[in-house]
């Protein structure tokens, strides 16, 4: 199959993933689930592929539960495309986040029992069976597009104890997880420094303390707690070494007594709100393990659409601003998740041993990915089509335009390329072609 231009320098990275039949296999696979509208199985991809695909269809089954090729591997140079739109001599600001996605089955391989997010409220809590995804993602400013977006570079499955104990595996909470993922690109990119954005479930003295370790190039964001222990550093003792200093007031309590001020912060959907701040620094300490230097801010929204919060970095000098900014930046993974289940088919595929549960869904995450690079790519020679409705119009293209927008490149440069397609078109108005386009890239 031909590649889209636009496409090509993608492709070839990723393709250094896997050996080279492989990678000719997983690409023509990739571009088809891409312009694929419903479920992603491997069964409806490869039905709707009107033979499009080469080779026995028996062999793109196997590309998940047989060939020797590594998800850490792909990870790798996924991060590399995705760091390289980085803006230069900035650090590049990540975020962690989990997701479950339903797959129920007898024998589907490391399934559990995990809280639907979506379905769920303060009130209700729903339940699924399936597999509980831990999704590190690079967050990057996109051409014409206010708010950044989130790309999904590595992913790992969360076991339940039963589960890593029936495997002989030590139990890794979904934190422990996300510290692996963090340090594994302090370890490929050991010159770039980074900042990590994570919700109450990772802001953990833990992760406050990792940060700490990596210090040099690594800074956590995240939420704080108002009754949160503060200590002053340990002092010198002529008894016995001292563990931590005098206690500090909560966050809680500062915020009470001290002078707020006034401030406008980068927020949420990439726009701007005036709020006030107060905040403080001080050891945050766990017994047993330590103390971890950080600041934390109070923020209180002055138009009054949002509940008060407390954040906190593991960068004292950090601005209380750029705390409350940075932070804002992590609801972009949501975003993400919203959009790779609505368009990229997340919680479709139905593979059930070890190695296709391990490669089936993160390699969706990584299809989401590889859209937002190609559209990336594209934006580069042309301008953004966005689609408008007559009750909705849009200032700025969104992931459904982008996806819009890599689906027209492939038809066009692609599937009605293939000699046995264009020898039928020749008879069809371009008219039509552009109609029956038109009808395939909107759909979900």
């Not at 953004?384 to 890599?406: C, G, N, Q, R």
Request: charged share 20%; glycine share 8%; with cysteine.
């Amino acid at each position: 199959m031909n590649c889209p231009p636009a496409a090509r320098k993608i492709f070839d990275t990723l393709g250094l993933a896997f050996t080279h039949p492989t990678a000719l296999r997983m690409g023509a696979l990739a571009l088809l689930a891409i312009v694929t509208i419903g479920r992603r199985t491997l069964t409806h991809i490869i039905i709707t592929s009107a033979g499009l695909l080469g080779g026995h269809f028996s062999s793109y089954y196997r590309l998940f539960s047989r060939p020797a090729w590594s998800m850490w591997r792909l990870g790798y140079w996924l991060a590399v495309l995705a760091i390289d739109l980085a803006p230069p001599g900035e650090p590049i600001v990540l975020a962690v986040d989990d997701t479950a996605t339903e797959h129920p089955g007898r024998e589907v391989y490391g399934k559990g029992k995990h809280r639907a997010a979506p379905r769920s409220s303060a009130s209700m809590v729903k339940w699924i069976w399936g597999h509980k995804w831990v999704v590190l993602a690079v967050i990057l400013p996109i051409p014409y597009v206010s708010r950044p977006w989130a790309l999904p570079v590595l992913m790992a499955l969360y076991r339940n104890p039963s589960q890593s104990a029936a495997e002989g595996l030590r139990h890794k909470t979904p934190g422990d997880i996300a510290r692996t993922l963090t340090r594994r690109l302090l370890v490929w990119f050991p010159e770039k420094k980074f900042i990590l954005l994570g919700d109450g479930g990772y802001s953990s003295r833990a992760m406050a303390r990792f940060a700490r370790r990596f210090r040099q190039h690594l800074t956590f964001v995240g939420k704080f707690y108002a009754d949160a222990g503060l200590y002053d550093p340990p002092y010198a003792s002529t008894r016995r070494p001292r563990v931590k200093g005098a206690k500090l007031p909560t966050p809680a309590q500062c915020a009470a007594q001290a002078k707020r001020r006034a401030a406008t912060v980068a927020w949420y959907g990439g726009g701007t709100r005036r709020v006030s701040l107060v905040g403080g620094e001080g050891q945050w300490y766990e017994a047993g393990r330590g103390l971890a230097a950080i600041r934390w801010v109070h923020v209180v929204d002055l138009d009054g659409t949002h509940r008060e919060e407390y954040f906190f970095s593991t960068d004292p000098e950090m601005p209380l601003e750029r705390i409350v900014s940075l932070y804002t930046r992590r609801w972009n993974i949501e975003t993400m998740f919203q959009e790779v289940r609505q368009h990229v088919g997340l919680g479709s595929t139905r593979r059930w041993c070890k190695k296709a549960v391990l490669r089936a869904e993160p390699w969706l995450f990584g299809l989401y990915s590889v859209i937002v690079l190609i559209y990336v790519e594209h934006l580069q020679t042309h301008e953004p089509k966005v689609t408008s409705y007559p009750w909705l119009t849009k200032t700025e293209p969104t992931f459904a335009d982008a996806i819009a927008e890599v689906r027209t490149l492939i038809w066009r440069e692609t599937i009605f390329s293939d000699p046995r397609i264009s020898a039928v078109l020749k008879e069809i108005p371009p008219k039509i072609q552009e109609t029956w386009i038109n009808w395939f890239v909107h759909a979900a």
